[in-house]
């Protein structure tokens, strides 16, 4: 069985190969976000799960903050990340490089189609401002172009632990999970 910490370092890598692959799509089809845009976290909607949020409770924990980042999330009641960034003119992530899975993956990567084929999750912005390029990353995607596939990397997730790894939580429900289960870890050390 994986220690706390093994399972970090697990999760850690998981982020790393997001990243990488997620870079290699915007290479590989020219496409970005638009400048400071940051919409998609302020959707009021973003599930996530207990396990992708230990590397940021991790963090919260070294740095002396977990306890105040604990009770802020506990009296926080909007539906959108409590770490968004609303403001205009700046991008919108304030633990951006601890961020979930989710966050890593939303926008440059596929969902599986009930045939079990990658079809291109584009976010609405992309979608509005760039249509013409946009279908032309569905069609090559379509046509077996590569794409990181966002269930494969929660299959991987879930393999370093099925309970907190499977579960989908409302982002900041999911964010103070993974502060408890640091917390208790570290209690009486
Ligand atoms: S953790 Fe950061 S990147 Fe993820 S939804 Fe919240 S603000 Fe956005």
Not at 84 to 92: F, P, R
Not at 155 to 166: H, N
């Amino acid at each position: 069985m994986l220690t706390i910490y093994q399972k970090i370092q697990k999760i850690e890598s998981l982020q790393t190969e997001a990243d990488n692959e997620t870079k290699a799509f915007k290479n590989r089809y020219k496409i970005d976000c638009l400048e400071f845009c940051s919409k998609c976290c302020r959707y009021e909607d973003i599930n996530a799960t207990t396990l992708e949020f230990l590397p940021l409770a991790w963090h919260f924990y070294k740095t002396g903050q977990l306890e105040e980042i604990h009770n802020k999330i506990s009296n926080y009641n909007e539906p959108q990340c409590i770490f968004s960034i609303l403001e205009k003119g700046k991008w919108g992530c304030s633990v951006y490089p601890s961020r979930g899975l989710i966050c890593r993956l939303f926008g440059f990567a596929s969902v599986e189609n009930k045939y079990g084929k990658p079809v291109f999750a584009v976010c609405h912005s992309l979608k509005v401002a760039k249509p013409n390029e946009i279908s032309t990353i569905c069609e090559k995607i379509e046509k077996g172009g590569k794409t990181p596939v966002i269930s494969d990397f929660y299959r991987k997730l879930a393999m370093i632990d099925l309970k907190l790894g499977e579960e989908l939580l409302p982002i900041n429900q999911a964010i103070k999970s993974a502060c408890e289960i640091i917390f208790m870890h570290t209690a009486y050390r």
